[in-house]
């Protein structure tokens, strides 16, 4: 089936039209629904593709608690694997970082993007909402001015949706931002001189927590999706051909990378996926034009290592929610207009972490100060109370400590 609505079902109107299924889109749509505004989500790919797409894996402390609020985190509490510290390998010795210990309880939640997804799937199937899947979205127009418009096709035949905001969840590929006027944003990138080789295997996770390593040939994390699934990431060049990472030497990297003196030791498993991701740090301001809003990716791209992609997407539609709840519902423009404002200073200070924890763990070939730095770096880290709980406080509960304004739903 293609649609989760029959095609003739479908609004030709709406309240807010949303580009993109993803946890931004779905979330928002749910948040909006809430208060009883009207939304129509369209989504290029099949439902299967958007619940089986592997990404991030880390909810912070307060985006759990957003989740639950919203009644979407039932599933995420039963089954989500609660992290009260992290570990960093360097030097062959592992130093625990006692997260919740140096935030007042505070810890992440290790639960799938995906399963995220499909929670958020099934709550606005069960809502009746508007979902519409392989329905590909064509152009965004008249956003500036009072009825914008968002043209898709779907099942061979050009529709239109006409809306009173748009909403831009289509991440950073997608149209909305190339919907974006010329020359009414500036971009802010840098493009990182590796990639990521990441898996997901069949193993049971050989560690409780996040394993965060910094070695000379390279960094690498050991993460888990579940008590049977695991993740892991290894420093690559990032034009690196995947096909010459085999099996075999995938997992003699990563036992040599993750290796410490101690007796502890790598389980692995049949690899079910892998991939290379060149790591980007992206950043468009301002993020609304006139009806048209962005959130997650197609306003913010941050390296993986803070692990903030996912929590700055719901952070932003948590905050785009209460924005158009003000405007739609009681008239009041004021949250509207500052959000822009609010996500970008949410999104550099997701910048800086991450560029700090990527910097802090990726040694540079050649570069013997820079490497010699990190090092230093990290030793001060594991050696300084003050040092950690700054850590821990940016890792465990960054986005949502910064939202702030809006999320009035």
């Known amino acids: 089936m293609a649609t989760e609505q029959p095609a003739a079902e479908v609004p030709a109107r709406t309240g807010v039209g949303i ?39 880390v909810v912070e402390h307060g985006i759990a608690e957003l989740l639950e609020s919203g009644g979407v985190g039932d599933r995420m509490r039963r089954e989500g694997l609660v992290h009260h510290g992290i570990e960093l390998r360097f030097g062959g010795a592992g130093h625990r970082i006692a997260m919740s210990e140096l935030t007042g309880g505070k810890a992440i939640t290790v639960y799938g993007q995906q399963e995220i997804v499909k929670d958020l799937i099934a709550a606005r199937i069960e809502s009746g909402g508007p979902l519409v899947f392989e329905a590909e979205a064509l152009a965004i127009e008249g956003v500036d001015g009072p009825s914008p418009a968002v043209r898709y096709r779907l099942e061979g035949r050009e529709r239109v949706l006409s809306c009173d905001v748009v909403a831009g969840c289509d991440g950073f590929h997608g149209i909305s931002r190339a919907a974006v006027p010329a020359g009414a944003a500036i971009e802010y ?58 099996d075999e030497r995938i997992w003699a990297e990563l036992r040599l990378r993750l290796s410490t003196t101690g007796d502890w030791s790598l389980a692995d498993g049949p690899i079910l996926e892998r991939s290379i991701t060149a790591m980007r740090s992206f950043v468009l301001e301002p993020i609304s034009f006139g009806s048209l809003h962005l959130a997650g990716d197609a306003a913010h791209i941050v390296p993986p290592t803070g692990a903030k992609g996912m929590n700055l997407a719901l952070a932003d539609v948590h905050d785009l929610a209460g924005s158009l709840t003000a405007l739609l519902v009681e008239g009041d423009e004021g949250p509207l207009e500052a959000y822009s404002k609010r996500c970008v200073r949410r999104a550099w200070q997701a910048q800086e972490f991450s560029t700090f924890m990527t910097t802090l763990l990726h040694p540079l070939p050649g570069d013997d100060f820079g490497n010699r730095l990190q090092l230093a770096r990290l030793e001060q ?11 821990s406080e940016r890792y465990v509960d960054l986005a949502s400590t910064a939202t702030t304004g809006g999320g009035r739903s």
């Open 19 to 57: 580009v993109g299924a993803g946890p931004a889109g779905l979330f928002l749509a749910h948040l909006l629904g809430l208060a009883g505004i009207d939304s129509v989500v369209v989504e290029r790919h099949s439902r299967r593709h958007v619940e089986e797409r592997i990404r991030a894996g």
């Open 189 to 246: 990138q840098r493009e990182h001189p590796f990639g990521w080789l990441g898996i997901l295997a069949r193993v049971a996770p050989s560690t409780e927590e996040l394993i965060y390593c910094r070695h000379e040939r390279g960094f690498a994390l050991h993460s888990m999706r579940s008590p049977e699934l695991s993740r892991f990431y290894l420093q690559v060049a990032p034009d690196e051909p995947l096909e010459s990472w085999p």
């Open 381 to 391: 880290l594991v050696g300084s109370a003050d040092a950690a709980r700054h850590l």
